[in-house]
């Protein structure tokens, strides 16, 4: 069912209802996968790729901060911090634990993905341009019509998406590219329906 969204005003930006249903959803997803599941991505967080109908597969999304140069540092210093894997992903998993996803409007609706060098995948979205990313968990669907572009490696989200990766994979190949995915919400679907 596509909805007309309403709108809230929040620290001076516009931010669809719909959007903010969504991050608030994405938060809980993530926060009960970091305490209950040792940070394993769930459904909810690896949508199913659609371009123009046909779908390509699944691939893991990040939430990301709106100003994310503060918790990069902090994944960096992790990261360089000791080669030790686990040591890394305990740190992480206190990290995320605590406080990081309680606030959803802190959170960008411009979601990120990592993807390896030369990736098949990475073509096919470029060159459409576009996609629908078609979430599902606990009876919750989202369709999200999204803008994909590629992101500089010196530009924040792609910091941010790569170091919070190389917390998780302790072999981070090189030459990895990062794509953003900006939604339309005004074409987004949701079901059941925001009340």
Sequence with gaps: MTRTVNTK???GNIVPQLCAHFLGWQCRLRQYAIRHAGGQPTSGMRPSV???????GQIT?????RDPKNITMQFRHMVKRT???ADRYDAV?????AA???????????????????????KTLLK?????????????????????????????AYQATYWH????NPVMPSGVQVLAFRPDWRHAQVEPPIT
Excluded: W
């Design 9 to 11: 005003r929040t620290s």
């Design 50 to 56: 659609l371009v123009s109908g046909k779908e390509l």
């Design 61 to 65: 999304v990040l939430i990301i901060k």
């Design 83 to 85: 080669h030790d894997p």
């Design 93 to 97: 998993l206190q990290t995320l634990a």
């Design 100 to 122: 990081y996803y309680q606030k959803p409007l802190e959170f960008s609706d411009e979601m990120t993905a990592l993807f390896g060098p030369d990736s098949e995948f990475v």
């Design 128 to 156: 459409a341009g576009r996609c629908t990313l078609a979430f599902e968990q606990y009876n919750q669907t989202y369709r999200v019509p999204c803008k994909v572009r590629n992101l500089r490696e010196r530009s924040a």
């Design 165 to 168: 990766n190389s917390l998780f």
